[in-house]
């Protein structure tokens, strides 16, 4: 079974940053896209970035010019790195991948990041 664990959220004041990790374990297949959205209390789940095999990344334009994904793949491990945070961007942070030539997507279980004012 695919397993997506996240690590490196906590609490953090306006202006600094935190680095976000999300191995993936237990996929027979190669890893293709991997990501981050997240979902703040009584809003819908936001895209944040995503990064292909290649290392192409893409970014939403909330966090564009502060966050930076990157990928290890030989670790099947993606990072988020939150520079300049604000307070809006406080939320529970989800893993996304997939994997394999039909992409089976799986998620994390959320990483929570506050960010005080």
């Known amino acids: 079974q695919v397993q997506l664990v996240e690590s490196g959220g906590g609490l953090v004041q306006a202006g600094g940053s935190l680095r976000l990790s999300c191995a993936v374990s237990?996929?027979?297949?190669?890893?293709?896209?991997m990501g981050w959205y997240r979902q703040a209390p009584e809003k819908q789940r936001e895209f944040v970035a995503l990064i292909s095999s290649a290392g192409s990344a893409n970014y939403g334009d909330s966090v564009k010019g502060r966050f930076t994904i990157s990928r290890d793949n030989a670790k099947n491990t993606v990072y988020l790195q939150m520079n300049s945070l604000k307070p809006e961007d406080t939320a529970v942070y989800y893993c996304?991948?997939?994997?394999?030539?039909?992409?089976?997507?799986?998620w994390g279980q959320g990483t929570q990041v506050t960010v005080s004012s």
């Open positions: 996304y991948a997939d994997w394999g030539r039909v992409r089976v997507a799986g």
């Open positions: 237990g996929s027979s297949y190669s890893i293709n896209t």
